[in-house]
């Protein structure tokens, strides 16, 4: 299995894995291309289109800016969240992008981007195109682009390759949940431990343990600065950023206000901050998507400043331990909304950060797969339907239920031996099944739900 911990957590920036980060990441990818085929010189204009999903929730998340900043050359990783309006600003007023940071080419959105609602490419609902033409308008190059959830993006090729595509051969190879038991009782590795020796294989870093603790501090910057910030948050709903007053409200609680759920509060408040930094498009980790970041910080930070004991080495064992969850439901379901509803996003990190906080509580391998189980079971069919098409309602609020729902599963499987009547393949293939169950306007269209529900004035 090639999957690397650092495909499931990357640092980006908000509103969307899928709908911001992806888009941005494929645009990034188009230039490559153009490059490679000495075509980036040649190229007079671009032409964007969005389909399904990203034609329906595209403006509400960000998708446009992100393809416009992708195609100017920004990185999600690099980019500078309080630099990016300044920056699509300037295109919007004078009517002209620098390509790859080059080339000036005349770029007006109502020309050259366009959302086609209603129609969709064949292989993900998430599905855009690009195109560079020429001085004489013919065209020079164009490829289909799936954003499938994470920020993972697949051309039309690799899309049709990617059963067949080479695996880089790990020591510990596996394909669910089940490999991964039998792995840890043949050499008596924890499922942390199994994925860190797999890392050392992948190429991806020379120090895994520090890049564990970079994605932590990632996190817990963006905690932080969602505590600091108030104000309305963009989009027109409205929406009161609360993080700070919560803040402030928890700091200045006197002993006789507070209660024994006080550490619930503070959950809630790790996983709002975060959040409400996502939906402005500030600096997040996908974890493993941007509509659930929130789930896994908020549950880590819950370790982090109440677990007694809790210590940087803890940090890592829940990072791997989560991306291990995560890898499973890659593999063998989704992680997308917009293909199987918000299950796959708040139900996958729930069901991440269940396991991975079960570990570092001491829990046996058993216990961590029961964890994951429980933390999706009870996320089943959650439907993605957000009012608008943008980040915050339900989706803030969604990721406080997903990082609570996990610290308690963790807690029940820690009270139990590890037998269970379903298995963690039980659950992921029942996720699976459920997604494709599911109505379409209940998954990242804004056409169902919630969506359709409450009236926007």
């Known amino acids: 299995m090639g999957l690397s911990i650092l495909d499931l957590f990357k640092i980006g920036v908000g509103p969307s894995s899928s709908h911001t980060v992806g888009p941005m990441v494929a645009a990034n990818r188009f230039l490559d291309t153009l490059i490679q085929q000495g075509q980036l010189e040649k190229t007079r204009q671009v032409r964007v289109e969005l389909y399904g999903s990203l034609a329906m929730t595209g403006a509400g998340h960000a998708t446009d800016t992100a393809v416009i900043l992708g195609l100017m050359g920004e990185k999600p990783d690099q980019l500078n969240p309080d630099q990016a ?4 600003n300037e295109v919007r007023r004078s009517g002209e992008l ?28 998430n599905g855009m195109t690009i195109r560079a033409f020429d001085e004489a308008g013919l065209e020079l190059f164009h490829d289909n682009y799936y954003s499938v959830g994470g920020g993972f993006v697949l051309n039309e090729q690799e899309t049709d390759q990617a059963a067949s595509s080479p695996v880089i051969q790990v020591p510990f190879p596996f394909n669910n949940a089940e490999d991964l038991l039998d792995i840890g009782d043949k050499t008596a590795l924890s499922i942390g431990e199994i ?16 890049a564990l603790l970079n994605i932590w501090q990632a996190m817990d910057s963006c905690i932080k600065r969602g505590c600091q910030q108030t104000g309305i948050l963009p989009g027109g709903l ?16 006197s002993e006789d206000q507070r209660d024994h759920l006080e550490v619930m509060d503070w959950v809630n408040l790790f996983a709002i901050a975060v959040n409400e930094e996502n939906a402005v498009g500030g600096r997040v980790v996908t974890a493993p998507t941007n509509g659930a970041a929130g789930v896994i910080p908020a549950v880590l930070a819950y370790y982090d400043r109440f677990v007694p004991d809790s210590s940087q080495e803890g940090i890592c064992t829940f990072l791997a331990t989560a991306a291990a969850i995560g890898m499973l439901y890659k593999k063998n ?8 509803g918000c299950q796959g996003e708040i139900g996958v990190a729930c069901s991440m950060a269940a396991g991975a906080l079960c570990a570092v509580m001491g829990g046996n391998n058993r216990q961590i797969e029961n964890a994951a ?3 999706m079971e009870h996320n089943l069919g959650l439907t993605c339907d957000p009012i608008a098409g943008l980040v915050q309602v339900p989706c803030i609020e969604r990721n406080t239920m997903g990082a609570v729902k996990a610290i308690n599963a963790a807690r029940l499987a820690m009270k139990g031996d590890g037998q269970h009547r379903v298995s963690l393949d039980d659950v992921i293939e029942t996720m699976r099944q459920t997604g494709l169950d599911m109505q379409d306007k209940y998954k990242e269209t804004a056409t169902g739900g919630l969506a359709v529900n409450v009236v926007i004035c």
């Open 195 to 210: 994925v860190l020796e797999n890392e050392q294989h992948l190429g991806r870093t020379d120090n895994i343990r520090q």
């Open 333 to 340: 379901a989704s992680i997308s909304a917009a293909e199987v």
């Open 238 to 253: 409205n929406v009161r950023r609360r993080a700070h007053q919560l803040h402030q409200e928890l700091l200045n609680r």
């Open 98 to 125: 620098m390509l790859a940071s080059q080339y000036p080419i005349p770029f007006v959105e109502d020309q050259h981007f366009h959302f086609l609602n209603g129609h969709s490419l064949p292989k993900h609902p």
């Open 373 to 375: 189980e429980i933390g």
């Open 85 to 88: 309006p300044d920056l699509i």
